[in-house]
């Protein structure tokens, strides 16, 4: 029975999410599988991949074929360079021991470079926020000035208005005042 092992789709529409298993390549895609390896969520940044390390080795010793995207998911997590140094180790080419060091050595320089980019994400989402809430302030301050403006303009207006109407008045009481005068 040739064996794969290959990506099973599950999730929402528009909203993917995988388990990474080993199945008969006979089988339908989101059918009946051997067993489940991991889990692959392609929507966060960085993908979140949780995968059974030993599992995964076990099932390649034993000729399983992935897929691409499988094999790019397993070269990622490390399954494909801990099988070959294990195969290094079957040959005599290594001891147990030091192929374990090198496996975790490689670990280690695996997530120091996710770590840096998860916080080279995070830094650039806070840039991104920061600049936005300083538009944000300068437009807000342009509209309180402008409003201030507007205000101003609108007492000086009422302030012209009342001055017209008062002398305005003026020379009509002055005429009536004369109108009086003269009967």
């Known amino acids: ?50 995968l059974d390390v030993d599992s995964a080795v076990q099932w390649l010793k034993n000729g399983a074929q992935p897929t691409d995207t499988a094999r790019r998911i397993l070269s990622y997590k490390g399954v494909l360079l801990k099988h070959h140094l294990l195969g290094g180790v079957a040959k005599g080419a290594l001891t147990e021991e030091e192929a374990l060091k090198k496996f975790d050595a490689w670990v280690e320089e695996k997530t120091g470079k996710v770590d840096a ?15 936005a809430l300083e538009a944000e302030k300068e437009i807000n301050e342009k509209r309180k000035a402008a409003a201030q403006e507007a205000d101003a303009e609108e007492a000086a207006e009422e302030t012209v208005a009342e001055t017209e109407e008062a002398t305005a008045e003026a020379p009509a009481e002055e005429a009536e005042d004369n109108k009086e005068a003269e009967a």
């Open 1 to 50: 029975m040739p064996v794969k092992i290959r990506l099973q789709r599950h999730g929402k529409k528009g909203k993917p999410f995988y388990w990474v298993v080993a199945a008969d390549a006979r089988a339908k895609r989101d059918g009946k599988f051997l067993e489940k390896i991991g889990t692959y969520n392609p929507n966060t940044n960085p993908a979140q991949i949780d």
């Open 117 to 131: 980019k998860k916080e080279g994400l995070a830094k650039a989402d806070a840039d991104a926020k920061a600049k």
